[in-house]
């Protein structure tokens, strides 16, 4: 059973378009990060968030964290080719538990 | 500074040999955490090294053991390999057990 579940798997779009990806649960996090992983390399940190509702920007990014801290929502607008790349999510129990990821949303950009 | 560094990058073995990845941690940083991804998934954890004690383990099989020395560099060992170790092998440095965790390029495996 995969603790962390995310979607789409995969996505295809055109330069300039918007989306959202997802990532639930059924379990409670303290913490809850968004990664992107290109080919070839390791993941790269994005984003931490830990508290209930926290909303983050990173330049065309917006990053959500669930009210009840069980699911996070990754915005990207008006999207580039250079956004290509894995998205995974990754979250902790609590402070002290194994990071947890998500098996990922793979984007593909199209110019 | 330094960012976290892996070797080899690549590595072709086949079933039944022993393989031994390296990673070098980011300067000052004292935890190592070792994770699989295998093709089209995220990456699992294998186990987490802090100050050279085993700080945790994810469930893999005791074939798969781990050292991390006084450096703070650390090793994982992979025992009696098998098809299924085919994977990437991603080694994470983190200033302290709860911290951010930066990841190395990861070493490439395959069994045949």
């Known amino acids: 059973t995969q603790l962390l579940e995310q979607s789409p798997q995969f996505l295809s779009i055109q330069e300039g378009e918007n989306l959202t990806v997802y990532c639930n649960s059924s379990?409670?996090?303290?913490?809850l990060q968004w990664y992107r992983q290109e080919p070839g390399e390791g993941p790269v940190l994005l984003v931490t968030?830990?508290?209930?509702?926290e909303v983050k920007k990173l330049k065309r990014l917006t990053f959500q964290f669930g009210d009840a801290r069980k699911d996070s929502s990754l915005h990207i607008t008006a999207a580039q080719p250079g956004d290509t790349g894995l998205y995974l999510c990754?979250?902790?129990?609590?402070?002290?538990?194994?990071?947890?990821f998500g098996k990922g949303t793979r984007l593909s950009v199209i110019a | 500074e330094t960012g976290v560094t892996q070797s080899p990058t690549h590595l072709i073995k086949t079933r039944g040999q022993q393989v031994t990845l390296r990673c070098s941690s980011q300067?000052?940083?004292?935890?190592v955490s070792w994770y699989q991804q295998a093709l089209g998934q995220g990456p699992q954890f294998i186990f987490q090294?802090?100050?050279?004690?085993?700080?945790g383990r994810g469930n893999f099989p005791p074939r798969f053991s781990g050292l991390q020395f006084p450096n703070y560099s650390s090793e994982l060992n992979v025992n009696a390999l098998e098809l299924d170790d085919s994977a990437l092998y991603l080694c994470?440095?983190?200033?302290?057990?709860?911290?951010?965790?930066?990841f190395g390029p990861g070493t490439r495996l395959l069994v045949l």
């Open positions: 379990s409670v996090f303290s913490s």
């Open positions: 990754a979250a902790r129990t609590s402070g002290n538990t194994p990071l947890v």
């Open positions: 968030v830990v508290t209930g509702g």
């Open positions: 300067s000052g940083h004292n935890t």
């Open positions: 994470a440095s983190s200033l302290d057990r709860r911290e951010t965790q930066y």
């Open positions: 090294y802090y100050r050279e004690e085993e700080n």
